[in-house]
């Protein structure tokens, strides 16, 4: 089922329509170093909710990428659309499936994800994150750049999964700093999954949702370039700085999400091998590009 055109030009959050998708493109991956005990960190770009009901190149992606990655005992997802102000987690012992968006067809509303959460492991997250005044919150629950991507990773919804905020009042380098925060869940078996884009222009997607198949325009592949090769270098230094340049300010007129990829950048050793399981933009200019470091 897709998205009727005519609606999605009214739609308010992540106007991509899953009928333009060009297949990924495969990237060479940097050299790998031994593995550790730790959990891998997952970035994935989730585009649009439809991934969630559509069987296209994006959806059998986040399938095959749940089948490579170990069970976790939990999943931590940092998702673009809790972006308020403050840093918050969901305690909720079952948190409900939020649909955060509009325009969309009923089948969409419909689905569920019925994981549920975990009020100790919250709890341990926040004294995690006690200087940053890390609170709990049940008002919120999964917001689709968290479940629409689980329920073809985990389609058991088999694991708890929690929810951490975007603090929209803190600079690059202070997202960065929390993933480093959260780098010993790793140990514990939490999987951290960051959930965003890493281009993500929502004004030039919805010009270009009827005409599909159009050239990905230069700020936007240059900046997906950009932002792979500091990850695969490990130049913390500059993920953080190139959201300032003026491809950076062309391909997130709002850093939402950018952001979810500095938390898992964060927890992440200098040691992890860097992996893009996923390459490839959706409607001209939305890069779909995932990231794993660690194996």
């Known amino acids: 089922m897709r ?43 989730h585009g649009s909710p439809m991934n969630a009901i559509e069987d296209n190149t994006w959806a059998r992606a986040f399938q095959q990428l749940g089948r490579v990655l170990p069970k976790p005992a939990a999943i931590l997802a940092v998702s673009a659309h809790w972006f308020v102000g403050g840093t918050w987690l969901t305690d909720n012992p079952a948190p409900r499936t939020i649909h955060d968006f509009g325009g969309f067809p009923r089948a969409l509303y419909e689905i569920q994800y019925p994981a549920r959460g975990n009020v100790d492991l919250a709890k341990r997250v926040a004294a995690l994150l006690a200087s940053r005044q890390a609170g709990l919150s049940s008002e919120w629950g999964l917001d689709h750049g968290t479940w629409s991507v689980l329920r073809h990773m985990r389609p058991e919804a088999d694991v708890p999964v929690l929810q951490l905020s975007i603090d929209r009042r803190l600079p690059p380098r202070e997202h960065l700093a929390i993933g480093r925060a959260l780098a010993p869940l790793r140990e514990q078996g939490v999987l951290i999954l960051g959930s965003g884009n890493v281009t993500h222009n929502l004004r030039h997607a919805m010009q270009h949702m009827n005409a599909p198949g159009g050239a990905t325009p230069g700020w936007a592949s240059r900046f997906d370039a950009e932002v792979a090769r500091a990850l695969s270098e490990r130049d913390d230094d500059r993920l953080t700085q190139l959201i300032e340049t003026d491809d950076g300010r062309a391909s997130h007129p709002s850093v939402d999400h950018y952001l979810p990829l500095l938390y898992v950048a964060g927890a992440a050793s200098r040691s992890d091998p860097v992996t893009f399981p996923v390459t490839g933009f959706d409607l001209s200019s939305v890069s779909m590009r995932s990231i794993q470091l660690g194996a």
């Open 3 to 45: 998205i009727p055109r005519r609606q999605a030009l009214g739609a308010g959050l992540c106007l991509l329509g899953a009928a333009a998708c060009r297949s990924a493109t495969p990237e060479e991956n940097v050299t790998r170093p031994p593995t550790s005990s730790a959990l891998p960190v997952v970035f994935v770009g």
